[in-house]
């Protein structure tokens, strides 16, 4: 077997375990047996956060109730990610105080969650510098079709400015957060 035929079954052969583990699905290096003998376990729901708090430099997104995390996810952030958002395209995530105020299920991503940025005072100092605040701040899955690279992109800050978990994690993210629910992003 020459070199190019064995990197590509190698590589075919990784991206269907990363695509099974981002899926949930049994991985194909599982048995017949075992995956026939599994019995489907159904997730207890997750109680509903009454704040999400994000710490950028941790890489941490909490799921909080009576002022205590339980439940944290790895996030990935904007290409700049030290320091708070000041203008349109500065490839920043925001820091503040904000509501996480409407879903998206129908967005570029697996999933979006809108923060409601720009505040009053992200629109004040952006017009003292004569910018734009820019917007559209979301906390969301991976891109539509390319969940799969998933354990490999959110090794790295990759958007524009928004908070990027796995598609896995957005789903429960999801179920804890309704409309409304305050959002706390830390340096």
């Known amino acids: 077997m020459n070199g190019f035929r064995r990197f590509t079954i190698v590589w075919i052969s990784v991206i269907a375990l990363l695509s099974a583990v981002e899926a949930g699905t049994p991985s194909p290096l599982q048995s017949i047996n075992e995956r026939t003998e599994a019995t489907p376990v159904k997730k207890a729901p997750i109680p509903k956060a009454q704040k999400v708090l994000v710490v950028k430099k941790e890489r941490k997104l909490y799921l909080l109730r009576n002022g205590k995390p339980y439940r944290e996810y790895h996030i990935a952030l904007g290409k700049q990610p030290v320091g708070p958002k000041v203008k349109e395209h500065d490839q ?58 998933s354990p490999i992109r959110q090794r ?32």
């Open 92 to 149: 920043r995530t925001p820091e503040g105080n904000y509501t996480l105020d409407f879903k998206k299920s129908d967005s570029s991503y697996y999933r979006a969650i809108h923060v409601n940025y720009p505040s009053a005072a992200d629109k004040a100092r952006a017009r003292r510098l004569g910018v734009s605040p820019g917007g559209a701040i979301m906390i969301h899955g991976q891109p539509n079709w390319w969940g799969w690279l």
């Open 156 to 187: 790295f800050d990759w958007t524009a400015g928004c908070i990027a978990v796995s598609n896995g994690d957005i789903d429960e993210i999801w179920e804890a957060v309704k409309p409304g629910t305050p959002i706390e992003i830390r340096p």
